[in-house]
């Protein structure tokens, strides 16, 4: 079974520029969430959806960053404008339920510049 | 907030040695997760505990949950190359969603053969 896909893995892009990270869930996981890791602050969960709809959005840094879930099977996280503090790696994750296992994707690592 | 310190921060150690690294609280938690994460990847599930004072083996791994469950540790026996990784701990606040997790920054170990 696949498990979750993220895209892209790496991206390079210039300050002020707009970035879209991507994030398939697992079939049939009804929570997703978005995971911020840094060196410094570690691994801060940015947002979760529970079928589709956005249920805590507190860890969002600021408001150049947003999030949709448009359907059951794709988000999107994105940054605009982008900012060099913004270089992290970006984690998209799924469970089944709740208080089950949280499974992450590889992670997209954004370096701004 | 509810803030995890894991100690120690870096750990290198070789081939066939113990060790214990430790997640710690002020807070309580109605559960609280160990993961590792490879170089390149997400974090992966290794154990959830509830019960204050639970212990769980996992192979050469050892999770013992405080019997106030602010804190826990993770002892490794014989350790191998292969337990190399970033190993976090994360706790869902009690009384609170268990959803929402806090992590730890993490303990780096090392494995030389």
């Known amino acids: 079974d696949a498990g979750v896909i993220q895209s892209p893995r790496h991206e390079v892009t210039e300050m002020g520029q707009e970035v879209t990270l991507r994030c398939k869930p697992i079939?049939?996981?009804?929570?997703l969430f978005w995971y911020r890791q840094t060196m410094m602050r570690g691994l801060e969960l940015l947002i979760y959806f529970n079928n589709n709809v956005p249920i805590d959005d507190s860890g969002m840094p600021e408001d150049r960053f947003s999030a949709k879930m448009p359907n059951a099977s794709f988000s999107t996280l994105k940054i605009q404008p982008s900012e060099p503090r913004d270089s992290a790696v970006y984690f998209c994750?799924?469970?089944?339920?709740?208080?089950?296992?949280?499974?992450f994707g590889e992670g997209s690592w954004l370096t701004v510049v | 907030t509810q803030l995890l310190e894991q100690s120690p921060q870096f750990l290198s150690i070789q081939e066939g040695e113990n060790l214990t690294v430790y997640c710690n609280s002020s807070?309580?938690?109605?559960?609280l997760q160990w993961y590792r994460q490879e170089p390149g990847e997400g974090p992966v599930l290794l154990v959830t505990v509830v019960t204050g004072g639970e212990v769980k083996k996992l192979k050469r791994l050892t999770f013992q949950f405080g019997d106030a469950r602010k804190d826990s540790s993770l002892h490794i026996t014989a350790a191998q190359p292969g337990d190399t990784g970033l190993y976090l701990c994360?706790?869902?606040?009690?009384?609170?969603?268990?959803?929402?997790?806090?992590f730890g920054k993490g303990t780096l170990l090392t494995v030389n053969p």
């Open positions: 807070s309580v938690f109605s559960s």
């Open positions: 079939s049939g996981h009804d929570y």
């Open positions: 994360a706790g869902a606040a009690s009384g609170g969603s268990n959803y929402k997790q806090t």
């Open positions: 994750a799924s469970r089944l339920g709740s208080g089950n296992t949280i499974y």
